[in-house]
């Protein structure tokens, strides 16, 4: 290749060859993103942490298309057929794609009718009538006739030698990369229902009779269509182009491509019927397999994206900080699980209440929280919003009521994933000897006081704030969710004294066993007194320290520099610093006047430039600070516990859960989210709904519609918005199936049937959705209505559905993991 790796991605990313050098240079060191993106400002010339990560992915694919490339190269080499032109061709590849074109032809193959017609002697008929048309095609192939060869008469030579030229059209390298991106733009994807499966496969019922153009088709589409194929319930088929009399273009530009012409010769018919020929039986299944890839590709990636951008902000929620706090873990039969942690996470005391149906002890239940509360100073109860959450909430609020001098603070904490922790191994080594039930209590609590360190111990796939995710590759989605995970953790930074080992793991240059190596240390020799004392730990050697000590913290420490997100490699500089303002680097820290009337160019030197010298001065004034932001709770509406409460028009505060691609799912404490359609959003285009809400987000909206039968709610963040009234409303046009959607819905829809998603549903397992107990396995999809209750024909909330674009079906709604609640990319 003319361009290296380094110059194609500086290109890419628009930036200069040598950022990128620096940077794949301390990649290649043993740098993570987060250290480099702090750390290393002046090498890499201030390459943020986003741009790190989109360099870092393509550095891998690039490597790997180059050892692609290698063993291409080698392969054709062996064969003896590396010409000046072939090599040429797959040196200038510039994708995985378009490397396996140009190796097509001699990627080695079980043996084909065209190489036996080779070896039949039957190339020089082929190569003959496609260079003379007036050749006559049955009187040429009569010299070629051999029985002897297995050509028993000229009619066997022709197909012999159709074969032969059907295999070169269709491993043209240009051509096959020409009709590849033709297709793209103007193919589509039709799916139909497979017969006698429209009962078992009613949640894919938006997709028994659809179509879309491939450049049209949103990821949750995709993938709905996709998992529809893969339960036997759609059949899916790849079309070029919509339906047309006559050749298609594709024919045409094969046969351009060789010069194939109809002129009235008498090669002319043979030679377009071959043509036509290789186009249906090989050209287009071979783009059909590429395309089909390429949509699963784009869907993955854009469903990837979604749950690790839901997934940052989950992780980077408001901290409610180091108060000693009640987890409260609901339940009816088990009874409500509760446990106490003190302001450093440790738990202090646990129970079990039966306030609720069938027991009904609620003053015992309430006698017992308050003497909890009272004996271990809790500032704060943490409710988690599964089964009996309102009726818990109710009684944590009667609580409030009854002892005010407890000065108590009731939240609700989402508990998704919170069934994973409890059974997971760390669990079991972290609380040994409390029961499974209880330890969901202690996640409860411990996750209000800090998300993060809490989150942390759960497969990030299990929290449940994605799109498809079991549909999706799992190295994909794990590399991406990892990179959040280690981005978050390493922007806020970690207690080193307190951190549990999972927490440890995620932090910069230390792996899960140094991580062991830490607590165990920390055990066995009590608290890190210094960052210095980490060189004690055994296995963490100097590249470790230098990629671990900046983001680690060490509070009431020998240093108090320590406790900032300096690294001790600046420590000199800092206490240059303390020298030329007249005092101590104790009496500097937190000093603004002092410190803003330092010159940062001052203190520039060989080592240190102007970017990590202005930072330090930054991080000295508010050391240690937290990037999260404050925290903030919503209070539920008084009286307003379950769906059949709600009425439309209603204002209530919620929290924001999930976020999709179509709108985002709103708890307002009903058991059940509520859905605003991104076309509720704002008064604007809203392109992203991430870029109104996130999940966490305290937000107050108004109820437009409630469809109890399929326990859905629809929301608008629009507080003018009328609510729906009789019948919803005017609808929106009708697509034709099959067919085009008309252009305000051209990207509309939830297509909740198509796979699970919509707001109503039962989203048991890491689901964010409420409706029953969470804890359970982990499908979630939308509507949790059973198959056999009838949807209703005209309901209110179906016509509001679809006036925005929105019309979904009924069915169990179960084909989705752990609360997939993938829909629509409805646009205004």
Not at 436 to 445: C, F, H, K, N, Y
Not at 537 to 564: M, T
């Amino acid at each position: 290749m003319t361009t290296s790796i380094e110059g194609r991605i500086a290109e890419e990313l628009g930036v200069r060859e040598r950022q990128v050098r620096a940077a794949v240079e301390l990649l290649d060191g043993g740098s993570t993103v987060p250290f480099i993106a702090r750390y290393r400002k002046e090498a890499t010339e201030m390459l943020d942490d986003a741009q790190l990560r989109s360099l870092e992915e393509r550095l891998r694919y690039l490597r790997e298309l180059e050892e692609r490339r290698t063993a291409v190269l080698q392969s054709v080499r062996e064969q003896g057929k590396l010409t000046a032109e072939v090599e040429a061709s797959i040196l200038a590849a510039d994708t995985k794609a378009r490397l396996e074109d140009v190796y097509l032809p001699f990627k080695p193959k079980r043996r084909t009718k065209a190489q036996i017609a080779r070896e039949a002697g039957l190339e020089p008929l082929a190569e003959g009538l496609l260079a003379d048309p007036s050749t006559e095609p049955l009187a040429a192939a009569a010299a070629f006739a051999d029985p002897d060869k297995g050509v028993a008469d000229p009619a066997a030579a022709l197909e012999g030698a159709r074969a032969i030229l059907t295999e070169r059209f269709s491993e043209d390298a240009d051509l096959i990369g020409e009709l590849r991106e033709t297709m793209w733009g103007r193919g589509r994807l039709v799916a139909k229902v497979r017969d006698g499966k429209e009962e078992a496969g009613a949640k894919f019922a938006d997709y028994f009779d659809f179509a879309e153009g491939f450049t049209e088709l949103p990821s949750h589409r995709i993938l709905a269509m996709l998992r529809g194929e893969k339960e036997d319930v759609l059949d899916l088929v790849l079309e070029p182009e919509e339906p047309r009399e006559g050749p298609s273009g594709y024919e045409g530009a094969v046969a351009a491509r060789f010069g194939i012409a109809q002129r009235g010769r008498p090669g002319d018919a043979w030679l377009a019927e071959t043509v036509r020929w290789a186009w249906r039986t090989r050209i287009l299944v071979h783009l059909g397999i590429d395309l089909r890839t390429r949509l699963r590709t784009a869907a993955e990636d854009e469903a990837v994206r979604v749950f690790a951008a839901n997934l940052r902000d989950l992780l980077l929620a408001a901290p409610a900080g180091t108060r000693a706090t009640l987890g409260l873990d609901p339940g009816f039969r088990t009874g409500v699980k509760v446990a106490v942690v003190d302001a450093t996470g440790k738990v202090v005391a646990t129970d079990v209440i039966h306030p609720h149906v069938p027991a009904n002890r609620w003053d015992e239940a309430l006698a017992k929280l308050a003497r909890l509360a009272k004996e271990h100073a809790v500032d704060l109860v943490a409710i988690g919003n599964g089964t009996a959450s309102r009726e818990t909430d109710k009684l944590a609020g009667e609580l409030i009521a009854r002892h005010p001098e407890l000065n108590l603070t009731k939240v609700m904490v989402s508990e998704a994933g919170a069934s994973v922790y409890s059974a997971s191994a760390f669990a079991s080594q972290e609380l040994p000897d409390m029961d499974v039930s209880l330890r969901g209590a202690v996640s409860i609590a411990r996750r209000l006081q800090d998300p993060l360190a809490e989150l942390v111990k759960i497969d990030p796939r299990s929290i449940g704030v994605g799109q498809y995710q079991h549909d999706l590759s799992e190295v994909k989605l794990s590399r991406s969710l990892d990179a959040v995970v280690e981005d978050c953790v390493n922007g806020v930074g970690v207690d080193v004294n307190t951190a549990s080992a999972p927490l440890l793991s995620r932090v910069s240059g230390i792996s899960s066993g140094l991580a062991e190596n830490i607590v165990a240390h920390r055990d066995a020799n009590g608290p890190f007194r210094s960052r210095r004392a980490l060189k004690d730990v055994a296995r963490l050697g100097p590249k470790a320290y230098e990629q671990c000590a900046g983001f680690l913290r060490i509070r009431g420490g020998d240093d108090p520099l320590d406790a900032s997100s300096v690294h001790p490699e600046a420590y000199p500089l800092v206490r240059a610093m303390g020298r030329k303002a007249g005092g101590e680097v104790a009496a500097l820290i937190g000093n603004t006047s002092v410190l803003r009337s330092l010159r940062p160019d001052e203190f520039v030197d060989e080592k240190f430039g102007l970017p990590t010298v202005t930072d330090i001065l930054r991080e000295l004034e508010k050391p240690g600070r937290d990037p999260r932001p404050a925290f903030r709770t919503a209070a539920f509406k008084e009286g307003v516990e379950k769906i059949g409460d709600l009425a439309s028009g209603m204002v209530l505060e919620g929290v924001v859960t999930n976020v999709a691609a179509f709108g985002a799912f709103v708890d307002v404490g009903v058991h059940q989210d509520g859905l605003v359609h991104v076309s509720a959003m704002s008064r604007t285009f809203v392109k992203d709904p991430r870029e109104v809400v996130k999940p966490g987000d305290v937000v107050k909206v108004k109820v437009l519609d409630v469809d109890i039968p399929r326990k859905r709610i629809s929301l608008t963040l629009r507080l003018d918005d009328e609510a729906a009234a009789g019948g919803g409303g005017e609808r929106a046009p009708r697509r034709e199936r099959g067919g085009a959607r008309p252009p305000q819905q051209r990207q509309g829809g939830t297509d909740r049937r198509g796979g699970g998603e919509g707001a109503g549903a039962d989203r048991r397992g890491g689901g964010a959705g409420r409706g029953g107990d969470r804890r359970g396995g982990g499908t979630g999809g939308g509507g949790a209505r059973p198959s056999s209750a009838p949807a209703p024909a005209n309901s209110a909330m179906a016509d509001a559905l679809r006036k925005a674009g929105l019309l979904g079906g009924g069915g169990n709604g179960s084909g989705g993991g752990s609360g997939n609640r993938s829909g629509g990319k409805g646009r205004r």
